[in-house]
């Protein structure tokens, strides 16, 4: 999996700060004791410390080099406080209310990275993706190169019967349900940048759709091909092709047949599609049949990094998230 040793290797030369709301959780704690020795991140983990020891000693791990913090108690929960209630006061937020949501790790764990005492957060093992990304929404930010908010999965293609070989950007499978044609330029932007921060070479974006240069009509392919234009006048120097069908955006062959000025060439890196429906649906035939391994989703479109964790997650997911989310950080200026 040489563009996930990329990530690890990168992750570890300048490892980041890394909070996990979700601290008494054992795959969690498992985790930061992995990321921990790999070298990648400093991890901090929220929760009742008494109760994260206590399982730590269950699991027969040492959380030496780990922060622990009980939010509940924390001597930064009043400046916390405030600062939540000042950034949502117009939304309807009371001083009171703040002071009681600030007790909630996730949100404790979004200021944290709001305010820079962490670099990234990590979530999703027991809180809801939808709470995840609201708190990371209303706390952390948007980008200013994003209008919203949006998800991707890093396939890894790595078998030796995989014609199509190493990472490859499938965007959105994970949280916008069926994006207009505005939004759905937006993902493709978002999912290019994540390209080109993870892969570390260039992106080159195919928007799928069931036509190919126009060999249908209808609706949905119209929505693909608006998206398409608005991407091409905001990024003009972006390799991309679209309306396309799957089979002509990674086969260089039926490329050559299907589409007249490819700009991937049958070679995409990123694979951005029309709906949820169509991209949950493809990154699970991709990892169930294809057997690819599937990191995700991560979050992208935010100001810093807040990843989401399925809450059927194991370790090696969490590692895997926690090594994205440091290199995601990387990017930013400090």
């Given amino acids: 999996m040489k563009a996930l040793n990329n990530i690890f290797k990168r992750a570890s030369e300048a490892p980041r700060q890394i909070v996990l709301a979700e601290g008494e959780d054992p795959r969690i704690i498992t985790a930061a004791q992995e990321a921990t020795c790999k070298g990648i991140a400093s991890i901090i983990l929220l929760g009742d410390v008494a109760k994260i020891n206590a399982k730590a000693a269950e699991l027969n791990i040492t959380l030496a080099s780990v922060t622990l913090i009980d939010p509940s108690d924390s001597p930064k929960a009043s400046r916390y406080a405030k600062e939540l209630f000042a950034l949502r006061q117009a939304k309807g937020m009371t001083e009171g209310k703040a002071a009681e949501l600030i007790k909630d790790p996730l949100y404790y764990a979004q200021m944290m990275v709001h305010l820079g005492d962490a670099d990234g957060s990590v979530n999703g ?33 790595c078998q030796p019967f995989h014609d199509l070989k190493g990472g490859v950007i499938f965007s959105d499978c994970g949280l916008v349900i069926d994006p207009d044609s505005e939004q759905l330029a937006q993902i493709a932007l978002s999912a290019a940048r994540s390209a080109k921060t993870l892969l570390n070479e260039d992106p080159r974006v195919a928007m799928l759709s069931f036509s190919t240069s126009g060999s249908a009509k209808h609706a949905s392919v119209d929505k693909v091909v608006s998206a398409t234009q608005q991407v091409k006048a905001i990024m003009p120097e972006l390799a991309i092709d679209g309306d396309v069908q799957l089979d002509a955006a990674i086969v260089a062959a039926i490329s050559d047949n299907k589409v007249e000025n490819s700009a991937t060439h049958g070679r995409a890196n990123v694979l951005v599609f029309p709906n949820l429906e169509a991209g949950n649906i493809g990154y699970k035939l991709a990892e169930r049949i294809g057997k690819a391994d599937a990191i995700g989703p991560i979050l992208q479109g935010l100001r810093k990094p807040a990843n989401d964790l399925s809450r059927g997650c194991d370790i090696k997911d969490i590692v895997n998230v926690i090594a994205i989310t440091v290199v995601q950080s990387q990017t930013l200026v400090k």
């Fill in 125 to 157: 093992a027991v809180y809801t993706t939808g709470d995840v990304v609201r708190s990371a929404i209303q706390i952390i930010g948007m980008d200013k190169s994003a209008s919203m908010v949006s998800s991707f999965f890093l396939m890894m293609l």
